[in-house]
DNA sequence: AGGATGACCGGAC
DNA sequence: GGTCCGGCCATCC
């Protein structure tokens, strides 16, 4: 059960013009109670630019991982063009671009995870 | 070994 | 609705 390989998996499928939460992966994953190790994976782990880590944002909207990015408004430019709004506070809003997953996804993830041994 | 740290969360109020 | 607070847990030092 390699947890940070399955944060980097389901990270790929959220969709353009979504954004998902930590704790939306972390469950996902299968670990429900790991959001904090999902951001920790982000930051330190599986750093890598074919992960649309700005996509990723926490449970208020709060753009948390902004400092981590080249520069400070890189996550806030990237999602712009995506067509998701920025406000100044640095939110955006989960009620209108929060990537709204089904069962279907967290079973396909499950049967995923178990026929590649992650 | 054990205390501190962190791109966090949900419930209580 | 909003803010606060306790819980969370792999890593780091």
Redesign the pocket.
């Given at each position: 059960m390699d947890?940070?390989k399955r944060v980097e998996y389901v990270c790929k499928q959220i969709p353009r013009g979504r954004a998902a939460?930590?704790?939306?992966i972390?469950?996902l994953c299968g670990?429900?109670?790991?959001?904090?190790?999902?951001?920790?994976a982000?930051?330190?782990?599986i750093?890598s630019p074919d992960i649309p880590?700005?996509r990723?944002?926490?449970?208020?909207g709060?753009?948390?991982?902004?400092?981590?990015?080249t520069y400070p408004d890189t996550?806030e430019s990237l999602l712009k063009k995506e067509g998701i709004p920025v406000t100044p506070e640095h939110t955006i809003d989960l009620?209108k671009y929060a990537w709204r997953h089904t069962l279907d996804d967290a079973i396909r993830f499950r049967t995923y995870f178990a026929a590649h041994n992650l």
């Open positions: 947890f940070y939460t930590y704790g939306q972390a469950l670990m429900p109670s790991h959001s904090r190790q999902v951001g920790y982000l930051n330190k782990k750093k880590a700005h990723i944002v926490n449970h208020k709060y753009l948390s991982g902004s400092a981590s990015f996550q009620k």
